[in-house]
């Protein structure tokens, strides 16, 4: 069962794994809702460890880690 912030990156994004046992997230996100998720999940408790960027899709790819 998804989090609070599992459920905020599925709302944004069909492509979300998550570790519960590390408390992470995994989420591909579009360029335009990347600030909107970011933000909240900072407001979460969550750091984001990792990201990478496809220009071609217009994408990120993002790691978070609550802290």
């Known amino acids: 069962m998804p989090s609070v912030a599992g459920s905020l990156c599925e709302e944004f ?8 046992v590390n408390k992470s997230i995994l989420v591909n996100l579009e360029d ?3 600030g909107i998720v970011f933000r909240e999940l900072k407001k979460l408790g969550y ?3 990792f990201s ?4 071609k899709s217009n994408s990120i790819t993002c790691t978070f880690i609550k802290v």
Do not use: A, Q, W
Request: glycine share 0%; proline share 0%.
């Open 32 to 34: 335009e809702y990347f």
């Open 13 to 20: 994004s069909d492509f979300v794994l998550y570790d519960h």
């Open 52 to 55: 990478t960027r496809n220009h």
């Open 47 to 49: 750091k984001m460890i």
